[in-house]
């Protein structure tokens, strides 16, 4: 069955230290790999997403995000981080054989002064 | 435009109430998901249409019904809920997987509906 892990629930970081927010999948020949943001009560905004090509991708907001197929990992990074970074991170993975989409349970990131 | 539109933003009901979630998208996507999203927790699927067609139902009960009357709306009929039913109902669309094997085929996401059952 297909999987996304994010095994850090809670992250808290200093403002303007660097960020790395970890998510591995499962496996899949063709995966699509995306990264989500979500402020409370909003939706969800897509800050990066993988198909192919150059692994390592960049984002809006400064992110960055390195898709490591021998790991199974597409783990998401930030140099500096900001107040505004505050907020619900989930990954997500779709395959191309389906419209479904399977998100990680997510990692809720605090950004301390 | 690449805004998915939610209304209302904001819902309060009754357990024998009867009232709709509306989601509208005029990316010219032909995918349109429903989700559920209690606090802390990820999105949980609800229904996907495909080119206006249910493709996907992951078991919701009857009292969730929904409707997607044309490519770019999608409705959600809520009908005798419970409390449990209370969360953030997100609506998201995407190009379908038939849209060709170069697309990414990523979901936009509306703002969601806050519900709220009494």
């Known amino acids: 069955a297909q999987s996304v892990t994010q095994p850090d629930i809670h992250i808290t970081v200093s403002e303007g230290a660097s960020l790395e927010l970890r998510c591995n999948y499962s496996?899949?020949?063709?995966?699509?790999l995306f990264w989500y943001v979500q402020s409370p009560g909003q939706g969800l905004q897509l800050l990066l997403k993988?198909?192919?090509?150059?692994?390592l991708v960049q984002g809006i907001k400064g992110f960055e995000a390195e898709f490591k197929r021998s790991q199974s990992s597409f783990n998401l990074r930030k140099p500096s981080v900001h107040w505004s970074d505050a907020a619900e991170y989930f990954c997500?993975?779709?395959?191309?054989?389906?419209?479904?989409?399977?998100f990680g349970t997510g990692t809720s990131l605090t950004v301390i002064p | 435009d690449t805004e998915v539109t939610q209304t209302p933003k904001h819902l309060v009901m009754g357990m024998t109430n009867k009232k709709s979630l509306k989601c509208e998208q005029h990316?010219?996507?032909?995918?349109m998901y429903w989700y559920k999203q209690k606090a802390k927790k990820p999105p949980e699927l609800m229904f996907v249409?495909?080119?206006?067609?249910?493709?996907i139902n992951e078991s919701v009960p009857s009292r969730f019904s929904p409707e997607c009357p044309n490519s770019s709306l999608l409705n959600l009929h809520l009908h005798a809920l419970q409390p449990e039913d209370s969360a953030l109902y997100l609506c998201?669309?995407?190009?379908?997987?038939?849209?060709?094997?170069?697309?990414?085929?990523?979901?936009?996401f509306g703002p969601g509906t806050r519900l709220t059952v009494l």
């Open positions: 496996y899949g020949a063709t995966p699509y």
């Open positions: 993988y198909f192919s090509g150059d692994t």
């Open positions: 997500a993975e779709k395959y191309d054989t389906g419209n479904q989409f399977y």
């Open positions: 249409y495909s080119y206006e067609k249910l493709s």
């Open positions: 990316m010219g996507h032909r995918a």
């Open positions: 998201a669309s995407s190009q379908d997987r038939l849209a060709g094997a170069n697309s990414y085929n990523e979901q936009f």
